[in-house]
């Protein structure tokens, strides 16, 4: 009798569990259905409206920069013919004394596998020797490649190059700081011009030949930006991805900038300044993570004009881990958003320049650009339209979800012409990184603790030739905590849910991109992207 009892009682508990989660599952939907239409409906409304908003101010941002960059090149608006470019040449009466004395910096930090390359290129620069000064500013923790770092340069000054070797007690400021007290030393007093170059920028020798003439001619120019080229583009997908973003940057945004305002955002490197104008501006401050940028907008409010030369071209490396691109993404959206924040008074209460000018930096330069841009990109499409599916309510519009995004892509895409048909998933990779992004933008607005962190971006240099073998046939030791990504994985689980619902249940039929968004999130949540280097 018991055992029939207790036969009962257990075929009983299936029933028991399936009504419990029976019960949760409605309790949880009518907990849905009370908050849906008073608030959630009305939250994702506005949300929509707002990001709608943010899209036309991209699109037009970006149509705009289309129509003036194929006007510069009908017009055939190049720089040497709106400034004035002549050769230097030796003097017979001067003779070396008629070129300018130039500065260069290479600022490093534990540049093991780059330091040769950088330091090379700037003492191969074609430039009288004694008219130039290459200056290593090491600020290196680890004694082994400051030796390196040392005997490199007493190599390069044993063939007659006037190199110095500065360092400093101190990281403070980081990259900043060590530009700043390098412009301290008493022998820089006799430099006109200075030069910048990363640790891993390689110059060719002509660099200065074709850039010092410009600052030389047109006494109102205070920098002269080069383009970079990409040594390792073709080293993975991440890579080419990278490429595929800052080529627009290169092609589209800087000459935009510098043909019809004067004024872009210096790129930190392979760039020249005049150093009356730098210190004219305050010199190099570290109140952000993007002193470059500080500078850039500063002596632009002195009144200082820019030209970019898209035709000279730095050679340099993208960063080549998952791992360092985020860490470097983070320092380029939190830095212009927290200096957006620090300035923006001051650029409007300037005298110096135009209101037009005013307006560009303000709304194109920092809003549409390093604030509007990264925020509509993730809760737009990341968020917004896949929540749409599960409130139906709430319609996108299709020239806001399709035609706008489509066109603001293809706009884009033109930088790169070889990778077209890597568009999809260049889309899907931004759109993952647009998280890291909003987040870094949010931080730079609202000065939180992690606004001035810095993480050096870290280089290859020629381990990728010496090294791609072993790179290639072994497998990284990586630690589960290191790859794993929750946000990532947070939303990839948010987008296949909402997926798997549109499919099922939806009518806007998303699924498909929410699926192959979602696995793009998932790909770099569980750490399967830029984890090493492939052998090509």
């Known amino acids: 009798m018991e055992s029939v009892t207790s036969s009962a009682a257990m075929a009983a508990l299936p029933e028991t ?9 409605g309790q949880i939907g009518l907990i849905w259905d ?27 941002e970006k149509v705009y920069m289309a129509i003036v960059i194929v006007g510069i090149k009908l017009s055939g608006r190049r720089p040497d013919r709106r400034y004035k470019w002549e050769p230097l040449r030796e003097d017979l009466e001067l003779g070396n004394s008629a070129f300018p004395m130039v500065l260069v910096q290479i600022p490093m930090f534990n540049e093991k596998e780059v330091y040769k390359l950088s330091i090379g290129a700037a003492c191969g620069l074609s430039w009288p020797s004694d008219r130039i000064i290459i200056q290593v500013l090491d600020d290196s923790t680890d004694p082994i490649i400051k030796d390196l770092v040392v005997m490199e340069c007493e190599r390069w000054a044993s063939k007659g190059i006037n190199i110095r070797y500065e360092i400093r007690d101190n990281r403070n400021g980081y990259k900043a700081g060590a530009l700043k007290e390098g412009m301290k030393h008493s022998y820089v007093k006799n430099c006109d011009f200075v030069a910048i170059f990363d640790a891993d920028f390689q110059p060719e020798a002509d660099f200065l030949s ?6 030389v001619h047109n006494p109102q120019l205070g920098l002269v930006q080069a383009r970079w080229k990409f040594s390792n583009s073709n080293e993975c997908l991440m890579t080419r991805m990278q490429e595929m973003s800052l080529d627009y940057h290169f092609t589209v945004e800087q000459e935009v900038g510098s043909s019809m305002y004067s004024f872009f955002g210096f790129n930190g490197t392979a760039g020249v300044w005049r150093i009356s104008a730098l210190n004219e501006a305050g010199g190099w401050k570290d109140r952000t993570t993007v002193e470059d940028m500080d500078l850039a907008v500063r002596a632009s409010l002195k009144g200082w004009k820019f030209v970019y030369l898209s035709d000279l071209k730095v050679k340099n490396e993208l960063p080549s881990t998952f791992k360092a691109y985020r860490y470097q993404q983070h320092r380029w ?3 212009p958003a927290n200096l957006f924040r620090k300035m923006l008074m001051e650029i409007i209460r300037n005298k110096k320049v135009s209101p037009f000018k005013k307006v560009h930096v303000i709304y194109n330069f920092f809003f549409v650009r ?33 035609y706008i995004p489509s066109i603001i892509t293809l706009l884009n895409a033109v930088g ?4 077209l048909h890597l568009i999809v998933f260049w889309i899907l990779f931004e759109n993952v990184m647009s998280l890291h992004r909003t987040k870094a933008t949010f931080v730079g607005l609202l000065e939180t603790s992690k606004v001035n962190e810095w993480i050096v971006t870290e280089k290859l240099g020629d381990a990728l030739k010496t090294k791609a073998i072993t790179k290639a046939s072994k497998k990284p030791k990586i630690r589960i905590g290191d790859r794993l990504h929750v946000l990532e994985l ?30 793009a999130f998932f790909a770099v949540g569980f750490g399967y992207v830029g984890i090493f280097v492939p052998h090509s």
């Open 416 to 419: 790169t012409p070889r990778s």
């Open 370 to 402: 390093k604030i509007v841009a990264h925020i509509v990109t993730f809760v737009f499409y990341c968020v917004v339209i896949p929540a749409t599916v599960l409130v139906p309510e709430v319609e996108i519009p299709k020239w806001g979800s399709v």
């Open 490 to 519: 947070g939303v990839g689980a948010f987008l296949f849910f909402c997926g798997f619902y549109d499919l099922g249940f939806g009518r806007n039929h998303y699924f498909i991109y929410l699926f192959l968004q979602g696995f």
């Open 34 to 60: 009370q908050v849906k239409a008073p608030v959630i409906v009305p939250l994702l409304r506005l949300a929509a409206f707002l990001c709608l908003i943010m899209s036309v101010m991209l699109f037009v």
């Open 210 to 215: 074709r850039t010092i003439p410009f600052l």
């Open 333 to 335: 959206s939190c830095g």
């Open 17 to 25: 569990f399936q009504e419990a989660r029976d019960d949760i599952a």
